[in-house]
């Protein structure tokens, strides 16, 4: 396999797929030099919105208010706004590792709450510490007030202990399902948790008025515990290190897990202390990650497709939203994950409507067809709201594709550069489909085919 492939493969899955300036760097770039640029992170700048920002003392006052539109307005354009912020950012930093990374733990510590300044600060905990240490990341989590509130550990008190977030913390996000914890662990592991909450300004705060003083037992072990001893026991324990790394194998590398690659893997991660750069570097610079049964074996979640689309096929949006709508249609979208186990994977992106809708956005966005189309209905985010039909025509049609800018990707070969397998089969069928058609139109028709949904 040369470095053109591998690297295809490498920023497919530590990014999100090939960037039309860089095809001559994919040819000419080791894949080790490559993943040293994809993962290395530049100071830490926080995303930057449309939206004036409100302190938090502002935001408190519109909390306060009698009048709920303006903090509704707020929280609605807010949210909107650095959403298409992040997205702009997959799609244009060449740090990849570090917003592919963050958007995999916004599907594994999931929240959905509309105040606005709460989803920023959890996303930028993403960015900011999602390549660090993941036992710096889920204190940082556990105390976020986005986290606070969708769990409600806020209502969590030594008279009536709420036990939502403690059950979440084991079953969703540390030790996976039923593994090591029983019911009790997770009742005793709750009264720990009393009293952590945030105040006014979106702050964390121990409460130790509303903590529970009482001995606990938690995980065979016992002592006057909180909400810091809870999780430090959690960790101790190798499963959670492998619950961890098994799931990030599944994002990164392939849905079925190799048990043996898994296991040395969780061992290592154990080691470094629950490094998170340390197993990536494993994954990434191993040779088995390009090993054939790897390429070519994931699908792309709605937000891999949009992003990749828009990284080989520049373009302008006249109507921003049209894009995210197309997210919001096959079932992603940020800030807006599902319930708190986060979004499906594999299979469960695809069925019947979703898998024709994928394939005709790249046509859609190129004005070659048209979209009338209602989203998928979604009770756990609609609440049983009617969801507007999102209608795009080729005269209304407000995406502009640059085509004079990728004259580079259009004289090569066309199906090496889209498809993470090509094969002569679908070659052969494309290019007697396309015979007497442009480049452009070989381009698009090969971004409207099952194939290109794989990476």
Known sequence: ?????????????????????????????????????LKNIPDYNVLETDVKAKTPEEYREMLRAKDRKPLNLFNKFYNISYRKSWHNQMINTPYQLQEKMALFWHGHFATRIQQAPFNKEIIEIFRKHGL?????????????????????????RKAKPNENFARELMELFTLGRGNLYTEKDIKESARAFTGWSYNGLGQFIDNKKQHDTGEKEFLGKTGNFDGTDIINIILEKPECADFITRKIYQFFVNEIPDEKIVRSLSQKFYKSNY????????????????????????????????????RIMPMDLQNKDTIYNFEKLLGQELLQPPNVAGWPSGMAWIDSSTLLLRMKIPSVMAGYKTLDVEPKSNDDVNMGKEEKKVVVNKKQNTITIHWDSINNILDQDLFEILLANPNEKIQDMITQFNADKSKKHLMISIMSTPEYQLC
Do not use: C
């Open 275 to 310: 490094d998170i750069m340390t197993l990536m570097d494993e994954i990434f610079l191993s040779d088995w990650f390009y090993s054939e049964k790897n390429i070519g074996a994931k699908i792309k979640s709605p937000v891999e497709l949009i992003v990749g689309i828009r």
């Open 132 to 156: 660090g240490n993941f036992r710096d990341l889920v204190f940082e989590v556990s105390k976020s007030s986005a986290m606070l509130i969708f769990l409600n550990n806020q209502q969590n």
């Open 1 to 37: 396999m040369n470095n053109f492939l591998k690297n295809k493969h490498l920023i497919s899955r530590a990014g999100f797929g090939i960037h039309h300036n860089d095809i001559e760097k994919y040819k000419n770039t080791s894949p080790k030099k490559l993943y040293q640029e």
